[in-house]
């Protein structure tokens, strides 16, 4: 079956440091990939996406590209800020039989910026 | 829009009690689905409808019935409410299933004593 799997946390950086959280995947075809975020106390809500192999996601200074030969999609940034501070989730969404998709998630990765 | 609502925001129930999570959304999307989130678990999906009348079965959907008798609404039943459904609820929705973005709700936090 379909798998995500992503760096464990927690991961504690210091404002302005450099951000990778890795996650490689395990899927048939050719799933889209997807890093949700959820900050406190709220729900998932979509940072970034690419539907296609070498195709770079990117929104509020993070980037991501689907790399098709590693099976990876590793979430990036340049500079962290403390309201980066959330949880972050690696997905793929691929066939699961007939015309349905499954959403197919990672188990999360606790990002800690202090300033 | 509201997008993705969910009633209520917190709730405490007894073992062997039921009650319905409410999740409602207004973009006229044809795909719903309930996960759970437990600490070191990620998401996993419980049930979900591709359409008004449709329904089907997640990873982990014992305990829980759902029905999609509108476009708009996806409740989410607890037939007989046990410690191990403890957990944050989450609905969402998308225009349908293949690939689109999903919409979270804000999450209902479920304690079973």
């Known amino acids: 079956g379909n798998s995500v799997t992503q760096m464990e946390g927690p991961v504690t950086l210091s404002e302005e440091a450099f951000l990778t959280i890795n996650c490689t995947y395990t899927?048939?075809?050719?799933?889209?990939l997807f890093w949700y975020v959820q900050y406190p106390g709220e729900g998932l809500q979509l940072l970034l996406k690419?539907?296609?192999?070498?195709d770079k996601g990117s929104n509020k200074g993070f980037e991501a590209t689907y790399r098709k030969e590693t099976t990876s999609f590793h979430l990036e940034k340049g500079s962290v800020q403390v309201s980066d501070s959330a949880v972050y989730f690696c997905?793929?969404?691929?066939?699961?039989?007939?015309?349905?998709?499954?959403?197919?998630f990672g188990k999360g990765t606790l990002l800690t910026v202090n300033p | 829009n509201a997008g993705v609502t969910q009633t209520p925001k917190f709730q405490v129930l007894k073992t062997g009690q039921s009650m319905t999570l409410q999740c409602a959304q207004d973009?006229?999307?044809?795909?719903m689905s309930w996960y759970r989130q437990d600490p070191g678990m990620g998401l996993r999906l419980i049930h979900y409808?591709?359409?008004?009348?449709?329904?089907d079965q997640g990873e982990v959907p014992n305990g829980y019935n759902v029905s999609r008798s509108t476009t708009e609404d996806f409740p989410l039943r607890l037939l007989s409410a046990a410690p191990s459904q403890t957990s944050v609820y989450f609905c969402?929705?998308?225009?349908?299933?293949?690939?689109?973005?999903?919409?979270f709700g804000p999450g209902t936090r479920l304690t079973v004593t």
């Open positions: 969402a929705s998308s225009y349908n299933s293949q690939g689109y973005e999903q919409y």
């Open positions: 899927a048939t075809g050719y799933p889209s």
């Open positions: 690419a539907t296609k192999a070498d």
């Open positions: 997905a793929l969404c691929a066939p699961s039989g007939g015309s349905n998709y499954k959403l197919t």
């Open positions: 973009m006229n999307h044809e795909y």
């Open positions: 409808s591709v359409g008004a009348g449709i329904t």
